[in-house]
């Protein structure tokens, strides 16, 4: 839940997910709409999917415990290397090193790295390495995240407040503010489509988003693709169809622009049909939620 979210976001979707699904056979058991439900507006979904998968594999091919090896633990859905090595360092006492951005940040620091992008992983992790084999790991590994927090932050870190200033070589050469070196990040790339409003009376017309890709398995209004280039609105029927205004969204890999549409139908006779002020009980995407602010307000 914490991979790009604050604890301030979290702490109130962790706790309820707690009282939900205590046990990992709990949060196995559950279905995935349930889980989506109780994940809408935390973003990044591909979480809670791998989430469900991890429990899943975890209740039947583990009997629900959680396996002990950093190489075991990296085969599970949404574990990378850092939350693998966090939990192998931490919970299992096993040597290795989890190193999360604040670690990476300490280390290039104390040891004066001045590589960037990809050499500069490899040495971190050198040094993270040799750490690894000649101390107590999770121990470690918790103090240099607190450390990179509290004391070695990325703006202005605290050095003379810092224990290990004197043998920080950052500190020595004066270069706490210039380093870790960051790798320019390429621009977000953008995407445009089309989100069709179907109304009837009170309710709204919905459909279920395929089950792998961007915001599987997620409620949408019926929409078309989302594509590099603008295209003309395809309206899923024929129907006088009124522009409500543009939805901005922010993915990890490109910037959507989605263009609404609106119309009010005679009958509900296909499609999922739902009354407005029901959709919270579907995993709705933030950006649909946006959208809802456009819609024509329902009064009954
Ligand atoms: S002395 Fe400064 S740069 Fe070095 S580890 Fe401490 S806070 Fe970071």
């Given at each position: 839940m914490l991979?790009?979210?604050?604890v301030a976001t979290v702490k109130g979707y962790f706790a309820r997910f707690l009282e939900r699904w205590p046990t990992i056979e709990a949060l196995a058991a559950a279905s995935q709409d349930e889980l989506m439900h109780c994940w809408q507006g935390l973003g990044y979904y591909s979480r809670a999917r791998n989430l469900h998968k991890t429990a899943k594999i975890i209740t039947d091919q583990y009997h629900g415990v959680v396996p002990e090896?950093?190489?075991n633990l990296t085969k599970l859905p949404g574990l990378g290397p850092y939350t693998a090595a966090a939990i192998a360092s931490i919970a299992f006492g096993q040597s290795i090193i989890a190193i999360d951005t604040n670690v990476s940040r300490v280390l290039c620091r104390l040891f004066a790295i001045s590589s960037e992008g990809k050499i500069q992983k490899a040495q971190v992790q050198e040094i993270a390495n040799s750490l690894a084999h000649t101390s107590d790991s999770g121990a470690v590994s918790q103090a240099l995240m607190d450390i990179g927090s509290n004391l070695c932050k990325s703006k202005n870190p605290k050095c003379v407040d810092c224990f290990l200033k004197?043998?920080?070589l950052a500190f020595s050469g004066d270069l706490q503010n210039v380093l870790p070196l960051k790798q320019k990040k390429p621009i977000r790339p953008k995407r445009y489509g089309h989100s069709f409003v179907m109304r009837h009376a009170n309710q709204v017309c919905i459909e279920k988003r395929p089950e792998k890709g961007l915001l599987a398995s997620l409620y949408q209004f019926p929409s078309s693709e989302f594509l590099s280039e603008k295209t003309i609105a395809q309206y899923p029927i024929k129907a006088e169809w009124k522009n409500i205004g543009t939805v901005r969204h922010i993915f990890t890999h490109f910037e959507l622009e989605l263009t609404l549409?609106?119309?009010?139908?005679q009958n509900t006779n296909?499609?999922?049909?739902?009354?407005l002020s029901d959709l919270g009980n579907y995993g709705l995407p933030t950006m649909f939620k946006k959208a809802?602010?456009?819609v024509t307000p329902s009064y009954n």
């Open positions: 991979q790009q979210t604050t090896s950093y190489q004197n043998d920080c549409w609106e119309t009010f139908v296909s499609g999922l049909w739902t009354k809802l602010a456009y």
